[in-house]
């Protein structure tokens, strides 16, 4: 929980270095938090319009920018620019590839974004 709560901390930290550890354990935690508000909506039936979940939708905008800044992060960890998320617009290969990006190991050391962060005890 310490990692997603540092991510919600740092919600406009664009510039930095975001560790593997980092980055998907706050996925993990999102995903959770995501699949217990669902189940939530679908219990108490709280809907903001049509079918479009209450507590979902307000998760999903509270979360949107620090998913943003540690996603931005992480491919400045693995030393690309955050450019890279262009090939999101491209269905399915841009998403593959930015996955792979994701997970693959930052750089050691310092590179142009900074102090590898695994250098700090946490």
């Not at 935690?29 to 939530?40: P, W």
């Not at 909506?41 to 620090?66: A, E, R």
């Not at 960890?77 to 290969?93: E, G």
Request: charge should be positive; glycine fraction near 8%; aromatic fraction near 18%.
């Amino acid at each position: 929980m310490d990692w997603y709560l540092k991510v919600i901390r740092n919600y406009l930290g664009f510039s930095g270095r975001a560790r593997r550890k980092e980055y998907w354990m706050f996925i993990l935690v999102n995903l959770i938090l995501s699949a217990v508000l669902g189940i939530i909506d679908n219990i108490t039936g709280m809907k903001i319009s049509g079918d479009q979940p209450l507590l979902t939708t307000l998760y999903g905008l509270f979360i949107f920018l620090p998913y943003w800044a540690v996603l931005f992060r992480r491919l400045h960890d693995t030393d690309r620019s955050a450019w890279w998320l262009l090939l999101l617009i491209i269905p399915v290969v841009g998403w593959l590839i930015i996955f792979v990006f994701s997970c693959q190991a930052g750089t050691s050391g310092d590179n142009r974004y900074g102090p590898s962060p695994k250098d700090y005890a946490y």
